[in-house]
């Protein structure tokens, strides 16, 4: 966590409090497996049972829950969150909450495009857009991004097919330029999850078919994608010009839609083009 003036830090700590009391608030030792004993004043668990739970303290618990000025590890914090039954997020919030940076959130299990992302995508024509997931396979493209980019059914992931479609090269107007930074921006990607073995695997595959991504994988360059104009040179169109904006799907944290708004100039002749496009 960056540094924080002494205001935001007490603030924080209010809040980490008031949050730890309404999670404990709203569990009773049943739903933890744990047999009630005497009057409850108030409804929910014990700061003690919450501590027996996480394996933590009562009293160093209780001063977690008054706000007070403790070091807190990771480990601890799980183990709280277990015991609170903490979703997701809210085990995000705690983390938060506590002063330390929460761990990334895992790729979602696979699942299917919803009918709404995929009209969204489709909706967007004539304009190119991509779905793609955080290993940058290709989950849903429409015809513009067909007919502009030259991707067709053997393309599944947008990095292979920057190496290895020899069309997609072809049309891109600064491939070797560009190159290096979307190698760049991958290994961030990939940075993010360092054990999964689908990055590995997918790095291994690539690398052994194009000795050009294997040299720039080699150099350990990292970076982000960026809002950028794109640059393609269509057979029939000719130069065509867009900004690529890169959105995160809200409810799927590792899926990104690349949205092409065209340049002036680009519009005209890209709606010809997707029209006529066979795919």
Request: proline letters at 7%; glycine letters at 8%; charged letters at 25%.
């Amino acid at each position: 966590m960056t540094s924080e003036s002494l205001e935001t830090r007490r603030h924080r700590r209010e809040q980490l409090r008031d949050f730890l009391r309404a999670c404990r608030a709203r569990l009773a030792p049943a739903d933890v497996g744990m047999v009630g004993a005497g009057r409850r004043r108030t409804p929910g668990l014990r700061r003690e049972e919450v501590a027996v739970l996480a394996g933590v303290g009562v009293s160093w618990y209780t001063w977690l829950e008054q706000g007070r000025d403790i070091n807190v590890s990771s480990e601890v914090l799980d183990a709280i969150g277990r015991a609170l039954r903490l979703s997701g997020p809210e085990r995000a919030h705690l983390y938060l909450l506590a002063g330390l940076n929460p761990p990334p959130a895992g790729e979602a299990p696979a699942g299917e495009v919803t009918p709404e992302l995929r009209r969204l995508v489709d909706a967007w024509s004539p304009r190119p857009a991509i779905l793609r997931d955080s290993r940058w396979n290709l989950l849903a493209i429409n015809a513009a991004t067909r007919a502009v980019f030259g991707y067709d059914d053997v393309d599944h992931n947008c990095l292979v097919s920057f190496f290895t479609n020899a069309r997609y090269r072809g049309m891109h107007v600064q491939w070797d330029a560009v190159a290096p930074a979307v190698v760049a921006a991958f290994r961030a990607d990939a940075g993010r999850a360092p054990g999964d073995p689908e990055f590995a695997r997918l790095v291994a595959d690539l690398g052994s078919v194009s000795p050009e991504f294997a040299r720039l994988w080699a150099r350990h360059e990292v970076g982000a994608p960026v809002q950028a104009v794109k640059a393609v040179r269509h057979p029939e169109a000719g130069e065509l010009f867009f900004e690529m904006t890169t959105l995160t799907v809200a409810d799927r944290p590792g899926w990104h839609l690349e949205l092409y708004n065209p340049l002036p100039g680009t519009e005209d002749r890209l709606a010809k083009v997707v029209v006529t496009d066979p795919g």
